[in-house]
């Protein structure tokens, strides 16, 4: 089965950073993805990680460690319009499940 | 260049009628998935096509719900009768093979209401 945990909700001030941490227990895994989704639209992709390590992307960053099956999503200099939900999901082929997202709130 | 293509946005039926969600994806993807997010049970895969032939329906939720692929421009979920319990939002999404590292691209989604 798959197992993918992140916190419910995250408030942070606009200028500041915030991490968002992922764990996962999954039957197969060839990557882990985080989307970012505005309230009443799609999800759209942000980041991707296969190997360990820290993949930097202007203000956010994404970290892998296969090992301990944790990743988290780090977003800095933060700004109203990063108010949004962020799901971390895993691939298993082709097979993406995703986990129930963090709410973001960010706050003037 | 077009992203996913969803239609209509909003649907608002009565139980026991029938559905049809519409989807054209990406142009050049071979790959085409259709999801539901619902508060309780999040994102959800339901169905699964590569080249146009399904290859995963494990998702689908019972009978009343079926999906087809046509041809590489176009695919259409149905829900016959449908049930207030599936009211949600369904996405579709897709990708240029399917398989590893190919980023999924999402479609803005229906809002199914089911009175």
């Known amino acids: 089965g798959q197992n993918i945990d992140q916190p419910t909700e995250m408030t942070a001030t606009e200028g500041a950073i915030v991490q968002i941490n992922c764990t996962y227990q999954?039957?197969?895994?060839?990557?882990l993805f985080w989307y970012q989704q505005h309230a009443g639209e799609a999800p759209t992709f942000l980041s991707y990680?296969?190997?360990?390590g820290l993949e930097e992307k202007g203000r956010f960053s994404s970290f892998l460690s296969r090992s301990k099956g944790y990743s988290y999503l780090l977003l800095k200099e933060l700004q109203m319009k990063d108010s949004a939900s962020y799901l971390c999901?895993?691939?298993?082929?082709?097979?993406?499940?995703f986990g129930a997202g963090t709410t973001v709130t960010v706050r003037a | 260049d077009a992203g996913v293509i969803q239609s209509p946005r909003h649907e608002v039926t009565e139980m026991g009628q029938e559905v049809t969600l519409r989807c054209k994806p990406i142009?050049?993807?071979?790959?085409l998935f259709w999801y539901r997010q619902t508060m309780m049970r999040g994102l959800e895969l339901l169905i699964y096509?590569?080249?146009?032939?399904?290859?995963?329906d494990s998702g689908m939720p019972e009978d009343r719900f079926s999906a087809k692929m046509p041809n590489a421009s176009f695919s259409t979920l149905k829900i016959q009768p449908s049930e207030p319990r599936d009211s949600a939002v369904y996405f579709c999404a897709s990708s240029p093979a399917g398989v590893g590292t190919d980023t999924q691209y999402f479609g803005p989604g229906t809002r199914l209401t089911v009175l």
């Open positions: 990680n296969v190997l360990d």
């Open positions: 999954t039957s197969g895994f060839n990557g």
């Open positions: 096509f590569n080249n146009n032939v399904p290859i995963d």
């Open positions: 142009s050049g993807h071979n790959s």
């Open positions: 999901a895993v691939i298993n082929d082709y097979k993406l499940s």
